[in-house]
């Protein structure tokens, strides 16, 4: 099949063109790098011996997706590019709505001139908002409670409606839990530009000597250990998840969500004490006062996953952060160096 990514050489976006390809998938990465490196795509290619076509571009530019879309005509397209800090989103709510609510309306537009009536997009667990029971199954009401949960919700919404609008039209609305780790040939990973939000990467950044001490936001709450508690889910897995989603797409129609996660949490102890196993460094870390807007604990109901996709997560914590700490270890500094 023609696969179109977008936001293709991202975190997730560049594990899942690897995974693609294995497929023996055509592929076009679509990326405007506002967020990435093209090194990522360039290792990628080295890692699988294969080629592919690469574009750069911004979503927001409506000729040049879809000029993009009509040149490649994919039968699917995985729609990853979008903007993904909660923070962010709460200090610019316009940019967040702009980039990834009006870039999927331009998205859709080139699929609709290019004839392509398949999508795969990246939602979030936070379309889930407080848990009202846990775990969430994909019918638990949606309440994101920041703008970029929002833009989730909304661009899910959109898409239900592009599918009832046309009865050959198909959406898979992936909802991850929490994606972390790296490929196991450590080549590529998780590379944030600026001090990391998110645990995983924070944690690595620790152990490997760039940041003095872990900050554990809250440990007050109503978890085993007193700290939050989330679903972790290995990138890889995470890939796999898409390469069953594309091929569920290519022979069902309408809109489906599915969340992809493992089914279980880890409390924020527990993966700071996973990581010093897998890694044999120490993570000095200290408790602070809680994260505003942060839940006590979420984790995914996985059974549709498995149901429709035949798709369940295979790797553990211990590799998740065995697996994060190599590409850690073999690029300190990232991409960059
Ligand atoms: P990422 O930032 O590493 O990847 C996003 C990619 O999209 C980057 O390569 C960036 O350059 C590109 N991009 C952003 N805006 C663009 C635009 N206007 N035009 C073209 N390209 C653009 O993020 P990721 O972690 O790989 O996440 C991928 C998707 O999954 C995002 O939509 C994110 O919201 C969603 N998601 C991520 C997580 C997570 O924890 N990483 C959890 C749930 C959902
Ligand atoms: N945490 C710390 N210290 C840190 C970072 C995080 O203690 O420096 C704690 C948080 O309080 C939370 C847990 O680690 O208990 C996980 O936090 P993350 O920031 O890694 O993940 P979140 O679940 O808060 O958010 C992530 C993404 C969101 C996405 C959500 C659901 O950042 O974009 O998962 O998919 F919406």
């Not at 294969?50 to 009509?70: C, H, W």
């Not at 390469?243 to 409390?267: D, K, M, P």
Request: with cysteine; proline share 5%; hydrophobic share 40%.
């Amino acid at each position: 099949m023609r696969i179109f990514l977008t936001g293709g050489a991202g975190y997730i976006g560049s594990h899942t063109l690897l995974e693609v390809l294995s497929h023996d998938h055509e592929v076009c990465v679509y990326d405007d790098f506002s967020n990435s490196a093209p090194e990522a795509l360039a290792r990628v290619s080295h890692l699988t011996n294969r080629s592919f076509d690469t574009v750069e571009g911004d979503i927001l530019d409506r000729n040049g997706i879809k000029q993009a879309l009509v040149d490649f005509r994919p039968d699917v397209v995985v729609h990853f590019a979008g903007k993904k800090a909660v923070g962010e989103s709460m200090a610019e709510p316009l940019m967040y709505y702009r980039n990834n609510v009006d870039g999927t309306l331009s998205l859709l537009e080139g699929m609709n001139a290019a004839g392509c009536s398949r999508i795969v997009f990246s939602s979030s667990a936070t379309v889930y908002g407080e848990p009202e029971y846990l775990p969430y199954d994909e019918a638990h009401p949606r309440a994101p409670t920041n703008p970029y949960g929002m833009t989730k919700y909304m661009v899910e919404l959109i898409l239900n409606d592009w599918c009832s609008a046309n009865a050959q039209n198909t959406a898979v609305l992936l909802r991850y839990f929490n994606p972390v780790g790296a490929h196991d040939s450590g080549e590529i990973g998780e590379d944030p530009d600026d001090i990391p939000n998110n645990l995983m990467p924070f944690v690595s950044q620790v152990a490997v000597g760039r940041r003095e001490k872990l900050q554990v936001f809250g440990d007050d709450y109503d978890t085993a250990d007193g700290t939050g508690v989330r679903d972790y889910i290995h990138v890889v897995d995470l890939a796999k998840a898409h390469a069953a989603a594309i091929g569920y797409a290519e022979t069902h129609y309408g809109c489906e969500a599915i969340n992809v996660g493992a089914g279980q949490g880890s409390s924020v102890l527990e993966v700071v004490r996973a990581f010093e196993a897998a890694s044999g460094q120490p993570v000095p870390y200290e408790v602070v006062a809680r994260r505003s807007g942060d839940i006590a604990a979420f984790y995914a109901d996985p059974a549709k996953a498995k149901n429709l996709l035949g798709w369940q997560t295979e790797r553990g914590l211990a590799d998740m952060c065995k697996s994060a700490w190599n590409w850690q270890r073999k690029n300190p500094q990232g991409y960059k160096g």
